[in-house]
């Protein structure tokens, strides 16, 4: 099972009093119903392929309205797809329709009737994210949080609600609709926090720590590797410098600062210059800072590159 169905089953369990079921059930219905109007009357449907979420919009109409509801369940044609369990409500449709706010074409929901408790908006969103939510496994290359509708003002309102929690999201179009999104992990985690979803976000926050301490090892390691690199190609073209000079002039007239710098390449060939001058006491009973071997090293990269010059002339 997925991550995102592993939420959405924990989120099926969460208790709730009737005003946050109320909330719950308008979120399902605008965001993932249909109205229907014939010359038998108005009708709601919800579809879905959760059997579950199915059946806990049967419970909550029932328990809120007293009312009765047809399920049916349909087989897609392709391969590997699953059935869509349609949920239609007859009686008192207009009522829901009303009560429910789900023909709202205002984009402010944030103070509707329905959402002014706080505990009201966390259930909105967690009715939303029931509906047509997806989330990305902590284990995946990416975080994303994302929650679809059929069309802009859907998408605006999930996107107000998210915010009043501070969440960051935005909306983008999509080809078949909007959604209202968030990329940041911390923001998803917080999602998980506002739903309800506790196991899920303990899950969500232990993978999460985890990957990003392995990306923190990973990047201070590749910052060794390079330094390292570094390292090795200025120390190998200090010991190239340090060849011609023994082959193209008597290093003992060398002064004797380039000599003991010499000295210390040759022997310690793969150090850094701190390394090289932490042990230079040792060798010379004095200690030799590291900027005053650099600019000796650069000294005889210079020597050695004006004697390479006079012969190519």
Same mark, same amino acid.
């Given at each position: 099972?997925?991550?995102?169905?592993?939420?959405?089953?924990e989120l099926?369990?969460?208790?709730?009093?009737?005003?946050c079921k109320?909330?719950e059930?308008?979120?399902?219905?605008?965001?993932?119903?249909n109205i229907?109007?014939?010359?038998?009357?108005?009708?709601?449907?919800?579809?879905?392929?959760n @059997?579950?979420? #199915?059946?806990?919009?049967?419970t909550s109409v029932?328990?809120?309205?007293?009312?009765e509801v047809?399920?049916?369940?349909?087989k897609?044609?392709?391969?590997?797809?699953?059935?869509?369990y349609?949920?239609?409500i007859?009686?008192?449709?207009?009522?829901l329709?009303?009560? @429910?706010?789900?023909?709202?074409?205002?984009?402010?929901?944030?103070?509707?009737?329905?959402?002014?408790k706080?505990?009201?908006?966390?259930?909105?969103?967690?009715?939303?994210f029931?509906?047509?939510?997806s989330?990305?496994?902590?284990?995946?290359s990416?975080y994303?949080?994302?929650?679809?509708?059929h069309?802009?003002?859907?998408?605006?309102?999930?996107?107000?609600?998210?915010?009043?929690?501070n969440?960051?999201a935005?909306?983008?179009?999509? +080809?078949?609709g909007?959604?209202?999104?968030?990329?940041?992990?911390?923001k998803?985690a917080?999602?998980?926090?506002?739903?309800?979803?506790? /196991?899920? @976000?303990?899950?969500?926050?232990?993978e999460?720590?985890?990957?990003?301490f392995?990306?923190?090892?990973?990047?201070?390691? /590749?910052?060794?590797?390079a330094?390292?690199?570094?390292?090795?190609?200025?120390?190998n073209?200090q010991?190239?410098?340090?060849s011609?000079l023994e082959?193209?002039?008597d290093?003992? +007239?060398l002064?004797?600062?380039?000599?003991? #710098?010499i000295t210390?390449?040759?022997?310690n060939?793969?150090?850094?210059l701190?390394e090289l001058?932490?042990i230079?006491?040792?060798?010379?009973?004095k200690?030799?800072?590291?900027s005053?071997?650099?600019?000796?090293?650069?000294?005889?990269?210079?020597l050695a /590159?004006?004697?390479?010059?006079?012969?190519?002339?």
């Amino acid at each position: 099972m997925s991550f995102a169905l592993n939420v959405k089953s924990e989120l099926l369990t969460v208790k709730a009093d009737n005003c946050c079921k109320l909330a719950e059930l308008s979120a399902l219905l605008k965001i993932h119903g249909n109205i229907n109007i014939s010359s038998l009357g108005v009708s709601i449907e919800f579809q879905t392929t959760n @059997l579950q979420i #199915a059946r806990k919009v049967i419970t909550s109409v029932r328990e809120l309205y007293r009312v009765e509801v047809d399920i049916i369940s349909k087989k897609q044609m392709k391969l590997q797809k699953k059935d869509i369990y349609i949920v239609r409500i007859k009686e008192q449709a207009e009522r829901l329709i009303n009560e @429910l706010g789900i023909m709202s074409n205002d984009e402010h929901i944030i103070d509707e009737p329905l959402l002014i408790k706080e505990c009201c908006k966390r259930s909105y969103l967690r009715g939303a994210f029931l509906a047509s939510g997806s989330i990305n496994s902590p284990l995946s290359s990416s975080y994303h949080f994302e929650i679809a509708t059929h069309n802009e003002i859907g998408s605006l309102q999930v996107m107000e609600l998210l915010n009043f929690f501070n969440l960051r999201a935005k909306v983008i179009k999509r +080809k078949k609709g909007y959604i209202a999104y968030i990329k940041e992990s911390e923001k998803i985690a917080d999602f998980l926090r506002v739903a309800g979803a506790i /196991n899920a @976000l303990f899950e969500y926050e232990d993978e999460r720590i985890k990957r990003d301490f392995v990306n923190s090892i990973t990047r201070v390691m /590749n910052m060794e590797i390079a330094n390292q690199n570094k390292t090795l190609g200025a120390a190998n073209k200090q010991l190239r410098s340090i060849s011609v000079l023994e082959n193209m002039v008597d290093i003992n +007239k060398l002064p004797k600062s380039m000599k003991e #710098a010499i000295t210390l390449r040759k022997d310690n060939p793969e150090y850094s210059l701190n390394e090289l001058s932490d042990i230079s006491y040792d060798y010379f009973n004095k200690k030799i800072s590291k900027s005053a071997l650099n600019h000796r090293y650069r000294n005889i990269n210079e020597l050695a /590159n004006d004697i390479m010059e006079r012969l190519d002339d």
